[in-house]
């Protein structure tokens, strides 16, 4: 049974790119639960899979994360991993797919949790904007306006990640794009003939295997400050691919929990990687150690 899956919206569980791919568990949200049903709830992932990687945007409400923490204490369960995701909503919503596709693989859980910060340096997530869009959560200098104008009248094209970056759709400008094999997933907002722009120039310029539509998560809005736009997410959607690029990565035993990690930072209990300690005092005290041992360096004949 492959371990679940689960996030907070609808929006975050896309289609899958192969037929393989398993689904996700969306979580009732607090105003349509009891907080005795959310244990049930979560209760019964945790026997039909064993763990639960959840994986939230950073701008999830906060009762919602709070009600997700209260879940975790309450069951007192270190099979849980809470993992929040700062990329835009389509960019989370890919992630969360590359996950659904690693969960059927033989990873061990806390491999695969831990992977989600691996895969989210991967994804190159941005959106195609209206002139006078609002840009709060991405720290881009808006470029400047051939007509002298303070704020550009052309569509703009915005990447949030991996770095953040800002271009005149018109101009001659090109968004930094993946150096690996990707697929475009994109979905339309109210902008026109926005996405001849992303299918046309930008799958171009980025050479992506596949362009896949989709419906705009309901946040998106929110999040790029206008519904006028264009979202789009590139990433890896071959998951021989994925499964390489995760079981390259040199893996840990978490010291707290026991589980496999692989990262600085356990996905399930959250503590971080503890490196060998090799400084002076502590090479003496092996020295020592191997001194003073039946059969050491020292011992007589």
């Known amino acids: 049974m492959p371990i679940a899956i689960a996030v907070t919206s609808a929006d975050l569980v896309l289609p899958p790119t192969d037929q393989h791919t398993p689904g996700a568990h969306v979580l009732t949200p607090p105003d349509a639960q009891e907080f005795p049903d959310a244990l049930a709830e979560t209760a019964r992932l945790l026997d039909q899979h064993g763990h639960l990687v959840t994986v939230y945007p950073t701008t999830t409400p906060r009762a919602t994360v709070q009600r997700l923490h209260a879940v975790r204490a309450m069951l007192e369960s270190d099979r849980i991993a809470l993992l929040p995701s700062a990329l835009p909503p389509l960019g989370t919503a890919v992630l969360v797919r590359q996950l659904r596709q690693l969960s059927a693989c033989d990873f061990a859980p806390g491999v695969l949790g831990a992977s989600t910060r691996l895969l989210a340096h991967y994804v190159y997530a941005g959106a195609l904007l209206a002139p006078g869009s609002r840009l ?66 930008l799958a171009r310029q980025w050479q992506v295997s596949g362009v896949h539509p989709v419906p705009l998560p309901a946040e998106s809005a929110a999040w790029w400050g206008t519904g006028k736009l264009v979202e789009f997410a590139a990433a890896i959607s071959d998951v021989s691919l994925l499964y390489q690029m995760v079981g390259s990565m040199r893996q840990e035993t978490c010291h707290w929990c026991g589980l496999t990690l692989i990262g600085d930072r356990c996905a399930f209990c959250s503590a971080p990687l503890v490196q060998p300690d090799r400084t002076p005092r502590a090479a003496i005290g092996q020295a020592r150690h191997r001194a003073l041992t039946p059969g050491g360096p020292h011992r007589s004949a």
């Open 136 to 201: 709060d959560r991405v720290p881009v200098a808006l470029p400047a306006d051939p007509t002298g104008a303070p704020r550009p009248s052309g569509q703009l094209a915005v990447l949030a990640g991996p770095a953040p970056q800002l271009v005149r759709a018109d101009g001659e400008g090109t968004l930094s794009g993946p150096q690996f094999t990707t697929s475009l997933t994109y979905a339309p907002g109210a902008l026109g003939n926005g996405s001849e722009w992303v299918t046309a120039r």
